[in-house]
């Protein structure tokens, strides 16, 4: 063989090997195909949400070096579309203040922290340094708020060299602030995990710091700590009301982390609810830590990390360990004269909608397994029904192993459900729940299902997004079979829609 040969053969199995490497990456098993996660290692909370030139900004708690939670950095991944999703460089490190943990980041337009210019304005990053030594140490003020910002569109940031901003006045969680500009006032409006209340904060300039006004201590769901609130506003029937977003963890709906919310009413100081029942965004247990991205008008965007305290150090994924929701949009809700939080799939998800399948209601009946009805053998897809009577049904998602998630509706109960205890692995943590609730808020006879089915994630939104439930599972085999029992209900146009990779 002559050198040039050679040096060819030797080029084209390189080659090969490059290609197979990647073909690898963000493929392996239980990787998902339609949400995000991060290359390799460990993510927690999605921080720092927001929309810039374009371009949706998604930061996120990492720790580069292992799968499990460890010293606090803001990954970063930004997005057109925020289904698409390209990871950047690291945006912040750990410094000698401490972790880097959750928070927001703002777009500074009228440069009130003079970190940029009128024309050039800053995007300024608001987030919690959380000093290890000192809680080794057993201090109480462990966690400050402090600053970072960009001049040039969150490629690179610098921390701001006065931090802390808001020092800690000696409450153990002081923690995850959100912060967003309120236009009445002319400030910027801070909400703060403090222990078991929300704690709110204005500025003029981000950074100096005063407090407002407490919320939540005597109200609400308190079987853990408070954490990562978002007060937003939204608008329906022409009239204006706040939500605000409150983490807790445990003491979620169905054990562990979960998402309630309030809705009311907020002057620029205090939040008033409209009354005190407690409301969860999400029922299920990999729903968490969820906020909206800021500066997207009057679209609510909300994203949530699909995991859980209880387990999200051992779930089974290999080199890349949790990922977050399909981003959802809000909006409010009257039913019998309460008021609730929906939340549904963001519409651009059709931007990997690949092939749209229709299944009549005689086919629904009269078939085990509806993926050989229509001759797909689907991993990831969306799918959806209605019905004009609502009655117990089950979905069934099931393998060649036996192994089986079944979902649907129990009408003696009232509720939705997802069961994922035959639904695979579960010998990594007893703490992985098995069957998880979400009572029917709705209260109309016609109901309607859609569901974001990944290769170990199911999104259920039921009613219109009243009632949902977010799972993780993890089975041996993919699920190539799918079955809905529904007694003697009509599912009517129920449509199954594949969807494309992100990657
Ligand atoms: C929520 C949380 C936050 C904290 C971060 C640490 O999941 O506990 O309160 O800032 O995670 O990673």
Redesign the pocket.
């Known amino acids: 063989m002559n050198i040039k040969k050679g040096l060819l053969i030797s080029c084209l199995i390189l080659a090969a090997i490059i290609v197979k490497a990647q073909t690898r990456l963000y493929h392996e098993p239980y990787r998902l195909q339609a949400h995000f996660s991060p290359q390799a290692k460990w993510i ?2 999605p921080n720092g949400l927001v929309y810039y030139k374009g371009t949706y900004h998604l930061f996120f ?1 990492h720790y580069p070096k292992t799968t499990v ?1 460890g010293p ?1 950095h803001w990954g970063h991944a930004v997005s057109k579309d925020m289904i698409h999703w390209k990871q950047m460089p690291i945006a912040l490190y750990p410094d000698k203040l401490g972790y880097i ?2 928070g927001s980041v703002v777009v500074d337009e009228k440069n009130t922290s003079g970190f940029g210019t009128k024309n050039k304005p800053a995007m300024v990053a608001i987030f ?1 340094h ?1 000093d290890p030594k000192g809680e080794k140490a057993g201090a109480i003020n462990y966690q400050n708020e402090s600053l970072a910002y960009s001049l040039d569109e969150g490629k690179t940031w610098a921390k701001y060299k006065s931090n802390p901003v808001l020092r800690n006045p000696g409450i153990k969680d002081f ?2 602030p959100k912060v967003f500009w309120y236009g009445p006032g002319k400030k910027w409006i801070m909400s703060l ?1 403090t222990k078991d209340r929300i704690t709110f904060y204005s500025s003029a300039n981000l950074k100096s710091w005063t407090k407002e006004s407490e919320f939540g201590q005597a109200l609400g769901a308190h079987g853990g700590v408070w ?2 609130p978002d007060l937003i506003p939204l608008k329906v029937d022409g009239k204006e009301y706040w939500v605000l977003l409150v ?1 807790i ?1 445990p003491g979620g709906t169905n054990g562990g ?1 979960a998402t309630q919310y309030f809705v009311g009413q907020f002057n620029g100081s205090k939040f008033t609810p409209v009354n005190n029942k407690t409301k969860w965004i999400d029922f299920g247990p990999d729903n ?2 969820g906020v909206t991205w800021s500066n997207t008008g009057n679209r609510k965007i909300f994203l949530g ?1 699909m995991g859980n ?1 209880l387990y999200a150090n051992e779930v089974p994924t290999g080199k890349w360990r949790n990922a977050m929701t399909i981003p959802r949009e809000l909006s409010l809700k009257f039913v019998d004269n309460d008021i609730y939080l929906a939340s549904n799939p963001i519409k651009e998800l059709k931007n990997i909608a690949a092939k749209t399948f229709k299944i009549n209601a005689e086919q629904v009946a009269n078939n085990n397994n509806l993926f050989a009805v229509i001759k797909q053998n689907l991993t990831q897809y969306k799918l959806k029904f209605k019905t004009d009577k609502l009655n117990s049904y089950a979905v069934v998602l099931a393998n060649e192993s036996g192994e089986k998630l079944i979902l649907g509706f129990d009408k003696k109960n009232y509720r939705y459900y997802i069961n994922r205890t035959k639904a695979g692995r579960d010998d990594f943590s007893k703490l992985f729940t098995g069957v998880a609730y979400a009572p029917r808020i709705d209260i109309n006879p016609q109901s309607d299902l859609e569901l974001i089915v990944d290769a170990s994630s199911i999104e259920l939104f039921a009613d219109g997004g009243l009632s949902n439930l977010t799972s993780v599972f993890f089975p041996k085999k993919p699920y190539t079979q799918l079955s809905i029992t529904a007694n003697g209900m009509e599912i009517k146009n129920l449509e199954v829609t594949s969807l494309k990779s992100i990657w």
């Open positions: 927690n909370d708690q939670w606090m943990f959750s919690t959380h923690r995850d995990a954490e990562c983490s963890n982390s968490y830590a990390w305290w």
